[in-house]
């Protein structure tokens, strides 16, 4: 079992904490309440940054910091968004501090402390504000949501990219791997976080605690989760697993309320079935990658029976893709049989016919083992999001299973397609190495032979 020592924070004595408190209290009151016409003024938020800036004292700063955070929670989404605009033209890089820097670099390369200067003259000066504001008691969190909003602008604000550059460089290192805390989910675990477990689960929605309990409480169930020392009880990652002898093709047998558990000393197989982020505001901070091969340590050191290591998987965009091959006069990665097979999609109760269903078997696994091994994106990469998650962790592209989601949403975004990404412990390093070098997807014989003969 995984174990965590956290490290003691130096106490700070006591003479010291109250004047702290005095200060801050005292602070409070000269800067954030000054009367009650200026408490119903909304604050300049841009003001309240640069002075949170120019202050040295630490109980002052962070009572600016507590005032800018709540002042930006409160703000309306005009003023946010403005705020945001803000960040990105008027609180970068000195551009006098950069060009003098630069000159003193021009003259002298070799003089390491002119290229020290360069570099930090160059770094924005949100970052230095994003610093000081995540002092404010509860800081990380206020400026994780301040990253969502920004993430809402973006498309429409491409000038906001230079702030989110810089929230991404900083997230990174705050939500490294060092702070993260693994802790196993269960039914005994506080109901605050269970109730979260609910709202952020993404790929199979919980109906109800019955159905959290299903998926918590049985001898072949487990669930694990990141936390961080600044977010206690907001899990920032979670993995749901099924523990099961064989390797599942379908979904709804794992999450049947009437199924019979197995003892976990049976089961060979540990299926990850469900991962969802949570912080919206952490998007492109990875922390998948580090869940699942630390939750692989803790289920081989807790039930060595287990062998198998697979995932059991939407295709978010498979059904997106497949309709704009259908749609292309002259597609290029399905052929005219397909295309005429393809028309019985249109029925929406198709896989309902089993008939029907038998018919569309070959050509849809066809069409994906293409979408999968063949079509790409603008990158270069896999078209599909989770598969690019998985073969760059080193997973392997193992099994299509045809209709093994028929919910609604799955049929919508895959019509009922899942995959199987298996986790060969001897493979790992070498598949993602391949993946991450030459864009080298790993999968089985059986998904390759799958390509149609006319897309080999």
């Known amino acids: 079992m995984i174990k965590t020592v956290e490290t003691p924070r130096p106490a700070r004595p006591a003479f010291l904490g109250e004047l702290f408190e005095v200060l801050t209290a005292r602070g409070r009151r000269l800067l954030g309440r000054r009367d009650a016409a200026a408490a119903a003024e909304a604050p300049d938020l841009c003001e309240l940054g640069e002075a949170l800036l120019s202050r040295r004292g630490e109980a002052s700063g962070v009572v600016l910091a507590e005032g800018l ?40 390369p070799d003089d390491v402390d002119a290229v020290e200067a360069l570099h930090a003259a160059a770094e924005p000066r949100r970052q230095e504000l994003f610093r000081r504001l995540n002092l404010a008691p509860g800081g990380t969190a206020a400026l994780v949501r301040m990253r969502e909003e920004l993430l809402r602008h973006l498309r429409h604000n491409p000038a906001l990219r230079r702030v989110d ?11 490294n791997r060092g702070f993260l805390v693994l802790r196993h989910i269960d039914w005994n675990t506080p109901a605050g976080i269970l109730e979260k477990i609910i709202r952020y689960e993404a790929v199979h929605a919980i109906q109800n605690w019955d159905d ?8 072949d169930r487990r669930c694990y989760g990141f936390f961080h020392p600044q977010l206690v009880d907001e899990p920032l990652i ?28 049976r089961a060979r197989t540990a299926v990850f079935y469900s991962i969802s982020n949570t912080q919206r505001g952490l998007a492109g901070v990875s922390f998948g990658n580090f869940l699942i091969k630390q939750v692989v340590e803790e289920l081989k ?36 049989d397909q295309r005429l097979a393809f028309a019985l999609l249109d029925d929406p109760d198709w896989h309902k016919d089993s008939g029907r269903a038998e018919s569309l078997r070959e ?22 999001p989770v ?7 080193g997973a392997r592209l193992e099994r299509l299973n ?15 397609l899942m995959v199987n990404y298996l986790y060969d412990l001897g493979r790992i390093e070498a598949n993602h190495e391949a993946f991450a070098e030459r864009s080298a997807i790993a999968a089985s014989d059986s998904v390759r032979r799958m390509l149609p003969a006319s897309n080999p």
Not at 402 to 416: I, M
């Open 301 to 336: 050191a807790e039930l060595p029976n287990i062998r198998t290591f697979v995932t059991l998987s939407p295709v978010p965009g498979f059904a997106a893709w497949l309709a704009r091959q259908r749609q292309d006069e002259s597609p290029d990665l399905i052929d005219a």
């Open 165 to 175: 550059h810089d929230f991404a460089h900083l997230f990174s290192s705050w939500f």
């Open 69 to 108: 955070l709540a002042a930006f929670e409160h703000a309306d989404e005009a003023a946010r968004l403005t705020f945001l605009q803000n960040l990105a033209d008027h609180f970068g890089p000195g551009t006098e501090a950069v060009r003098s820097a630069l000159q003193a670099v021009e003259r002298d």
């Open 387 to 393: 598969a690019r998650f998985h073969l760059g962790n």
């Open 238 to 265: 979670f993995v749901e697993v099924a523990l099961t002898e064989d390797i599942p093709d379908n979904v709804a047998g794992l999450l049947d309320l009437d199924r019979q558990p197995i003892a976990a000393e």
């Open 402 to 416: 045809f209709l093994g989601d028929v919910s609604a949403n799955g049929l919508k975004q895959s019509h009922g």
């Open 363 to 384: 050509p849809l696994l066809a069409a994906a083992a293409t979408y999968f091994l063949r079509a790409r994106d603008q990158k270069g990469r896999p078209v599909d």
């Open 212 to 219: 959290l309990r299903n998926r918590l409480q049985p001898t």
